[in-house]
């Protein structure tokens, strides 16, 4: 996301949910078969944690490969904000179109379009001369650099992988039963804050503020939808930010090339303030479409250069 309060609450949201990375040796090989995960509730109905943290694992699993073979794609995203009066109208609405990109293995947002308008000549050249700047600097990395890169990038990661592995201890999970989403069959888990939890991982105090639903492809075990609110304000201190009680998140996946999950389409209802002076208050929708495989091994197109 490109919001920046949209980035950050959907980051927390889905390391929450969906545990976007997936802690290390236990990543299923791309293409491997994996055995189905059976949900088998309690007499009181309610999932044991013991066959949550085995989905959620599995979901992890797929996840990471989605994050590998989306580096294979390029993609069009657009975002249309609503921003919102005290009253909850409309007062004034933006949009914004970008081209993502993947440039020595780094996501690259080009600019194409505002309020659903081509850019001018000048906006686009600048928007060139970013990516030219990116390729250079990438092209030009010493081997110490790019290592001290990688690390930092495993080091977060890292991160993540911790902040994950006590989500099955943070909620309760109950199993609603199963929708056809797209025409495949998903287990609905919906998730409350466990009673008397203490986190262990100093970013996993803001789950206790969070419920919602999850939504998990029976076939594939991977998460193919969220729907998740905030049930009390929650403060993002190295930010001095608030993000509001109410605000509210949906993200729903797509299957592509039959081979990856990618997203489809982002809502969020955002309402924070920042640093006690500047408030947000917006209705965001976020699509994504026209996905597009493309080699790896290509001879990457400098900006400029003659193809």
């Given amino acids: 996301m490109h919001f920046f309060f949209g980035f950050i609450l959907a980051v927390a ?9 997936v802690p290390s040796g236990t990543a299923t090989p791309a293409g491997a078969a994996s055995e189905p995960v059976h949900l088998r509730p309690d007499a009181s109905g309610a999932v044991p944690p013991e066959q949550i943290r085995q989905l959620l ?5 797929k996840d990471l490969e ?5 580096r294979d794609y390029t993609y069009i995203e657009r975002v249309e904000r609503h921003k919102l009066d005290g009253n909850g109208n409309v007062k004034k609405t933006e949009t914004s179109s970008s081209e993502v990109l993947e440039i020595y293995g780094e996501p690259v947002v080009r600019m194409i ?28 990395e010493s081997e110490a650099d790019r290592r001290k890169r990688l690390e930092r990038e495993e080091k977060a ?4 992988r911790r ?18 989403i797209d025409g495949r069959d998903a287990w609905v888990l919906e998730g409350d804050p466990r009673p008397g939890y203490e986190p262990k991982h ?28 905030a049930t009390d304000t929650v403060a993002i201190g190295f930010l001095l930010a608030r993000i509001h009680k109410g605000t509210h998140l949906v993200i729903d996946m ?3 090339n039959d081979e990856v999950w990618l997203p489809k389409r982002v809502q969020l209802h955002f309402d924070a303030r920042v640093a006690l002076f500047k408030s947000y208050n917006e209705d965001v929708e976020q699509t994504y479409r026209d996905y597009k495989k493309f080699r790896t091994d290509s001879k990457m197109t400098v900006v400029g250069e003659p193809q």
């Fill in 13 to 21: 949201l889905l390391q929450s949910f969906s545990a976007a990375q």
């Fill in 57 to 61: 694992q599995r979901a992890e699993e």
């Fill in 66 to 70: 989605n994050d590998k073979r989306q």
């Fill in 113 to 140: 379009g505002r309020d659903d308008k081509p850019l001018s000549a000048d906006e686009d050249k600048k928007e060139d001369d970013k990516i030219q700047k990116i390729i250079d600097k990438r092209k030009n």
């Fill in 157 to 160: 990661r890292e991160e993540d």
């Fill in 163 to 180: 902040f994950v592995l006590e989500i099955a201890d943070a909620f309760s999970f109950r199993l609603l039963g199963s929708e056809s």
């Fill in 202 to 229: 100093r970013d996993a105090r803001i789950l206790r503020k969070f419920r919602g639903r999850v939504w998990i492809d029976k076939a594939d075990a991977q998460w193919v939808k969220l729907d998740i609110t």
């Fill in 254 to 256: 797509t299957r592509v």
